[in-house]
């Protein structure tokens, strides 16, 4: 997957609707193709989460999205601080089917005492189907997750991952 950073979000993102094996997938992308939002619609309504969206990037104009798009080939545009890009792209590099904990992340961006800054990171993660942040897990335990707890377990169950 090729990813893309900045600091700023986009002007124009176009929302797409998208089934997933967990269900509905919301996803922006920009004027020139690339992934820049993701989430999951499941147990509230679409307006509610581009309007969270919206709080977010408010300078960004979401439109609805036109035609058919192929996800798999649209890059990633990730927007968000330095350190949130490197703790994005250390979990982009993460396999399906595995997983890492939030110190292995403090640990692989050169900050192994901000562990909690890593699990903040996480959750700020803009599109988290994409950059699978599910894959994180505490030491002790599951973790969180932006979409709620059980979202992510289907996702793990869906790598045959086991808790």
């Not at 929302?15 to 967990?22: D, E, M």
């Not at 330095?82 to 292995?104: E, L, N, S």
Request: aromatic share 8%; net charge positive.
């Amino acid at each position: 997957m090729k990813l893309r950073s900045s600091v700023s979000s986009p002007a124009c993102v176009a929302v797409y609707g998208f089934r997933s094996s967990v269900g509905k997938l919301l996803v922006g992308v920009t004027e020139r193709g690339e992934i820049c939002r993701s989430g999951f619609a499941a147990g509230r309504l679409q307006k509610d989460l581009i309007d969270e969206w919206r709080r977010r990037w408010p300078k960004t104009d979401f439109r609805a999205g036109r035609g058919a798009i192929s996800f798999a080939e649209c890059p990633v545009l990730l927007v968000g601080t330095a350190f949130q890009q490197a703790v994005w792209r250390a979990i982009a590099a993460i396999p399906k089917g595995r997983t890492a904990t939030y110190t292995d992340i403090a640990c692989k961006v050169g900050r192994p005492r901000a562990v909690r800054a890593v699990g903040t990171a996480c959750g700020a993660n803009p599109v988290p189907y994409f950059v699978p942040c599910h894959r994180i897990l505490a030491c002790g335990g599951i973790g969180g997750f932006s979409a709620g707890l059980e979202i992510k377990k289907k996702l793990l169950e869906s790598e045959k991952v086991e808790i």
